[in-house]
């Protein structure tokens, strides 16, 4: 790694946010892979242009992972070319881990971290603290979470190389899902007896909106794992429509 300078590595880290700024169907993720590592690429092969153009060519190619997560693939990839590892097993490499790292992307963070984080914010403010207070708790903790996750991503790969594999069974990150599972489950039911007893909630709007409550439970209890994502859509339009309506009046 010492062909790589400091510099080079932390500006991959930067464009390492935007690996899904060029996402397409053709390709998905790997043009942004590619901007990511040309800093890093621009060092590994400086005064072999033609070197240099083979490989952002080749990392350009499709590639698909979850964004947080990819950062393994990005600093386990610099390893690889750093070291003069041949084309095409970079290649192999970067399309035996890009499965692994989606699915346990999208267990860690869209179904657990995001939900659990969602679900602190809401119970403080439904608790009775300050709306900026509840915001700001959300994108402090989550933005902590993701930051470190992707930090952590991009030192363990430029650490491990093409053996990422035996950090990420040391991470353990199925047994961390589970635990962030856990906490939000528990912090469900913080925020729905909140909502339900609380001065204002729906014990004090009516049978009606206690019917619908129960109602909407019912649904998500036996559908709910097929309509999480248009759900999510549909409560994200209402609570913005909501605040809006209420800072307007």
């Given at each position: 790694m010492s062909r790589v300078p400091r510099g080079a590595l932390w500006s991959s880290f930067a464009r390492s946010f935007l690996i899904q700024g060029s996402w397409n169907y053709r390709t998905m993720q790997g043009s942004g892979f590619a901007f990511a590592l040309l800093p890093a690429l621009r060092s590994i092969f400086r005064g072999r242009p033609g070197e240099l153009d083979a490989s952002v060519a080749r990392h350009a190619e499709h590639f698909n992972a979850h964004p947080y997560l990819s950062n393994l693939a990005l600093g386990a990839v610099v390893r690889l070319e750093a070291d003069g590892e041949d084309g095409d097993d970079v290649r192999r490499f970067k399309t035996a881990v890009r499965g692994p790292l989606g699915g346990l992307g999208d267990s860690l963070v869209w179904a657990s971290w995001l939900p659990a984080?969602?679900?602190?914010?809401?119970?403080?403010?439904?608790?009775?603290?300050?709306g900026w207070?509840?915001?700001?708790?959300?994108?402090?903790?989550?933005?902590?979470?993701?930051?470190?996750?992707?930090?952590?991503?991009?030192?363990?790969?430029?650490?491990?190389?093409?053996?990422?594999?035996?950090?990420?069974?040391?991470?353990?990150?199925?047994?961390?899902?589970?635990?962030?599972?856990?906490?939000?489950?528990?912090?469900?039911?913080?925020?729905?007896g909140t909502v339900l007893a609380g001065t204002g909630g729906l014990a004090d709007a009516g049978p009606t909106w206690g019917v619908l409550g129960v109602a909407a439970f019912v649904v998500g209890d036996l559908a709910g794992h097929r309509l999480w994502r248009p759900t999510a859509v549909v409560v994200v339009v209402v609570v913005a429509v909501l605040a809006t309506w209420g800072w307007a009046s």
């Open positions: 984080v969602s679900l602190a914010a809401l119970a403080l403010y439904w608790l009775g603290a300050p207070l509840a915001v700001a708790t959300f994108v402090v903790v989550y933005n902590v979470g993701h930051v470190g996750l992707r930090a952590w991503g991009f030192r363990t790969g430029l650490a491990e190389g093409r053996w990422v594999g035996r950090s990420l069974g040391r991470a353990a990150l199925g047994k961390w899902t589970e635990r962030v599972r856990s906490a939000a489950a528990l912090l469900l039911g913080v925020l729905a």
